[in-house]
């Protein structure tokens, strides 16, 4: 199968960046992403595709660096923002054309980023659609999407599976099978990642549940997605990750929430996933200043512990 993919490696560039979209580096994990989008909609499958393509071929026009295409950092955000103008807006000849330009744009912003060895994950995405949004909304008649108009009503079995719900939510996808596939492409790139997702989840809804949101939104996962991708970036095997992790998320469920009780950012299209990105920001933050801090108190310990084994050898003789 790879030498499939080595004769088609634009193939491969765009599994990989769907994949990217929950930070796995994995064409398996891109190609079940897709199947749940368009399991959802088959237009937001297809302009999922058409983004991606559209990041991955102006990476290429433009020269960036080979091993990052190839890993799929230029096809995530162009993704997420094809995906997201679906799922707002009516499928129009507009729409189709801003997703193409998006996917590109997003392509352009992340080199920028990445250039200057900045981590800003999903930024692009959300600067562009925030940007798109608001003009389509105000300037143009396009009318919204069924996804948006139609209430999703809960199921009886949403009480159990919201915690797969919140990985669908991460790419637009209320469906419930969209949400296990998505857990399920997560746990075949990287288990420990899925399952650090999955507890997130459950314990951004908890949080949520505390602050009162809405049950029938938590049950949906809107309220756990963003947790979900902020438990994958610090997920890992030692057991500080699991602090990392638990920082990580309650700092994003938070974020949120504030901004999801205050409407601060409804004009725009919503939060998106600037909760995540922004929990993740002040997460590594914290993580720098502790490395810091850590280092600082080193040369103290080096000299309490030369002290003690000059004492001990002054003692001996």
């Known amino acids: 199968m790879d030498k499939f993919f080595e ?43 058409m983004a991606t393509a ?16 190839n890993s799929g950092l230029y096809g995530f955000s162009a993704a997420l923002v094809g995906v997201a103008l679906s799922f707002v807006f009516k499928n129009t000849l507009l729409i189709w054309v801003l997703v193409v330009v998006g996917g590109s744009l997003a392509s352009i912003i992340q080199h920028f980023f990445i250039k200057r060895k900045i981590p800003v994950f ?59 596939i998505f857990f399920i492409a997560v746990f075949i790139s990287s288990p420990i990642a899925a399952l650090y997702g999955f507890v997130a989840s459950i314990l951004g809804g908890y949080i949520a549940h505390l602050n009162g949101e809405p049950i029938d939104q938590i049950h949906l996962g809107l309220f756990g997605f963003n947790a979900v991708l902020s438990a994958i970036v610090f997920s890992g095997f030692k057991k500080i990750d699991g602090f990392w992790v638990l920082l990580a998320v309650a700092v994003t469920v938070v ?35 502790f490395a810091k801090t850590k280092s600082e108190f080193k040369p103290f310990n080096q000299n309490l512990k030369i002290k003690s ?9």
């Open 7 to 49: 004769k088609i490696p634009f193939v491969d560039n765009i599994l990989k960046g769907t994949g990217q979209i929950m930070l796995q580096e994995n064409r398996w994990t891109g190609l079940l992403f897709l199947i749940g989008i368009f399991m959802g909609s088959w237009e937001q499958g297809l302009s999922a595709i």
């Open 54 to 69: 559209a990041g991955t071929l102006t990476a290429q026009f433009l020269k960036y660096d080979k091993s990052e295409i």
């Open 122 to 180: 999903t930024l692009p995405f959300i600067l562009i659609a925030w940007v798109f949004i608001f003009l389509l909304h105000h300037f143009t008649e396009i009318p919204p999407s069924k996804f948006i108009t139609e209430t999703i009503l809960p199921t009886n079995n949403d009480e159990f599976l919201y915690s797969t719900n919140a990985f669908g939510e991460v790419i637009f996808q209320g469906g419930v099978l969209s949400g296990i």
């Open 255 to 289: 974020i949120d929430d504030v901004l999801v009780d205050n409407n601060i950012l409804s004009e725009v299209g919503g939060v998106l996933t600037f909760p995540f990105v922004a929990g993740t920001w002040v997460t590594l933050l914290i993580q720098k200043v």
């Open 309 to 317: 084994a000059l004492k001990n050898f002054l003692k001996s003789k």
